[in-house]
Nanobody, 122 residues
Framework: QVRLVETGGGLVQAGGSLRLSCAASMRSFDSYAMGWFRQTLGKEREFVAAISWSGGSKQYSDSVKGRFTISRDNTNNTVTLQMNRLQADDTGIYYC???????????????WGQGTQVTISA
């Protein structure tokens, strides 16, 4: 049984920072690529960032590149999204996900967390 639990969401002013964490309860965590997606009401789930099983490959959406950093700790089965210089359009529910490889399509991932709300005030 796989369980992904996101923490760290909240309300922050524009220009501020948040750090999201995802704790994974799963076998062979270090064989999965991990990703973050976000979604706002009425919109499709949007790719944010992903990291390969080893951490050696990372991918970011253009909208967060240079502001967000994804990392992972295979010893503790966690993946982290450090978000800096937050903007109002970063608001949304952020989901942690696990899959076989780094991809930008949500359908490419096998497991999803319940999400954590991030709200950026102007």
């Amino acid at each position: 049984q796989v369980r992904l639990v996101e923490t760290g969401g909240g309300l922050v002013q524009a220009g501020g920072s948040l750090r999201l964490s995802c704790a994974a309860s799963m076998r062979s965590f270090d064989s999965y690529a991990m990703g973050w997606f976000r979604q706002t009401l009425g919109k499709e789930r949007e790719f944010v960032a992903a990291i390969s099983w080893s951490g050696g490959s990372k991918q970011y959406s253009d909208s967060v590149k240079g502001r967000f950093t994804i990392s992972r700790d295979n010893t503790n089965n966690t993946v982290t999204l450090q978000m800096n210089r937050l903007q109002a359009d970063d608001t949304g529910i952020y989901y942690c996900t696990a899959g076989n490889t780094v991809m930008t399509r949500p359908g490419a991932y096998d497991y999803w967390g319940q999400g954590t709300q991030v709200t950026i005030s102007a």
